[in-house]
């Protein structure tokens, strides 16, 4: 009998209350879930060597959203895609301009680039399995967000995404 008290007060004094309290069985608390990104969640930011910022991710729909909400402040945004809508990842990005040259060398871990560029003409050069798309002219205004979307036709090819 005392045997069976002793488990008794164990289930209430010892395991019922975790079963309560979502930090102790790490379950997250509502509030803590909107002010942290998730684990899987990959959304990479930096600034060029010009002081430039910028953000790149967007794999998976959640973290496509997250990276237009962060973009919000950023006046180019680039996309990745295979012609037939496919998001594409893994991206050799440059963007250059006249005056200081090489800007952007990197490879997108996603299919969304921004960044925040002062107003003037840029020339952007992107590969993707060894095919490269350019935008010649691309011209930044001030107050004016500008968008480009780089399609790549892949044929039979399953995009890498």
């Given amino acids: 009998m005392n045997r069976i008290m002793r488990s008794i007060r164990f289930v209430l004094f010892?395991?019922?209350?975790?079963?309560?309290?979502?930090?102790?069985?790490?379950?997250?608390?509502?509030?803590?879930?909107t002010t942290e990104t998730p684990p899987w969640i990959v959304i990479t930011e930096g600034k060029t060597a010009q002081g430039f910022p910028y953000l790149y991710g967007g794999v998976g729909s959640d973290e496509r959203e997250m990276v237009e909400e962060k973009g919000k402040a950023y006046n180019v945004k680039l996309s990745f895609a295979a012609k037939g809508g496919a998001f594409l990842s893994d991206v050799k990005l440059?963007?250059?301009?006249?005056?200081?040259?090489?800007?952007?060398?990197?490879?997108?871990?996603?299919?969304?680039?921004?960044?925040?560029?002062?107003?003037?003409?840029?020339?952007?050069?992107?590969?993707f399995r060894n095919e490269t798309k350019e935008i010649r002219a691309l011209t930044v205004g001030k107050d004016k967000t500008v968008r480009r979307t780089l399609i790549w036709d892949l044929g039979e090819q399953s995009p890498n995404v």
Wanted: with cysteine; charged share 15%; aromatic share 8%.
């Fill in 14 to 33: 010892l395991v019922l209350p975790l079963a309560f309290d979502p930090l102790r069985c790490a379950v997250p608390r509502a509030e803590a879930a």
């Fill in 94 to 127: 440059v963007i250059a301009d006249a005056k200081m040259g090489e800007l952007v060398s990197l490879i997108t871990d996603g299919p969304l680039f921004f960044i925040q560029l002062p107003p003037g003409n840029y020339t952007v050069s992107a590969t």
